[in-house]
């Protein structure tokens, strides 16, 4: 099974490139965001458990985000593997990810990082919130704090992958098919 968590800040381009490389590997795009709304849309009991939460502002319990996983990798054991994007975000979040997949007798084959500068990213997103309507892609004070939230917070994930030797950092700037292509060649050598 080939389960990759697809990794960058803010605007490296993540969900494009997500996108071609289920199509390309038959994966199963597994974002926690979707997820979450999946779930509160279901009304399951995770869900609805994640709703009350969010509605009082309360970030979503690492708990209930693994079991949200737990019931989508069970609901899919046919599939030939799966893109983790926005998961996970810390290092715990990851020990309890592994420990998951441990369980269900697998396990991350590789952590794909679109290493992009600041600069660029900060360009990306300006130009993403011309069409987006997102107001924190229109701000540049807000843009550089996410960049800085997640060199902070989440930028520590690529040690704790490395450590495992299932670190591969991607070029993440130039056209979309050379960084499709860079991609595609990392997952190709994993096989």
């Given amino acids: 099974m080939l389960n990759l968590v697809l990794f960058g800040p803010p605007g490296a381009g993540k969900g494009t490139q997500s996108v071609k490389l289920v199509e390309r590997f ?26 009350q939460l969010m509605d009082k ?15 989508k990798l ?6 030939n593997g799966f893109i983790f994007d926005g998961f996970p975000r810390t290092i715990a979040q990851a020990e ?5 997949l441990k369980e269900l007798h697998t396990s991350i084959s590789s952590m794909l990082a679109l290493e992009v500068n600041d600069e ?22 807000i843009i550089a704090n996410r960049i800085k939230e997640y060199n902070n917070k989440t930028a520590p994930l690529a040690n704790y992958y490395s450590a495992q ?7 993440g700037i130039g056209s979309l098919d050379t960084i499709f292509n860079d991609l595609c060649s990392s997952i190709e050598k994993l096989k």
Avoid at 26 to 50: F, N, V, Y
Avoid at 96 to 100: C, E, G, K, V
Avoid at 165 to 171: A, I, M, P, Q, S
């Fill in 26 to 51: 038959q994966l199963i795009h597994l974002s926690t965001g979707d997820l979450l709304r999946s779930e509160i849309a279901a009304g399951s009991a995770l869900g609805l458990e994640a709703k």
């Fill in 57 to 71: 502002g309360i970030l979503v319990p690492d708990e209930v985000v693994i079991g949200m996983i737990r019931s």
């Fill in 74 to 79: 069970t609901s899919n054991p046919q599939a």
């Fill in 96 to 100: 309890a990810l592994d420990n998951l």
């Fill in 120 to 141: 660029e990213l900060i360009k990306r997103l300006l130009n993403r919130g011309k069409d987006s309507g997102r107001s924190d892609d229109q701000d540049e004070s």
């Fill in 165 to 171: 030797g299932k670190y591969t950092g991607v070029n």
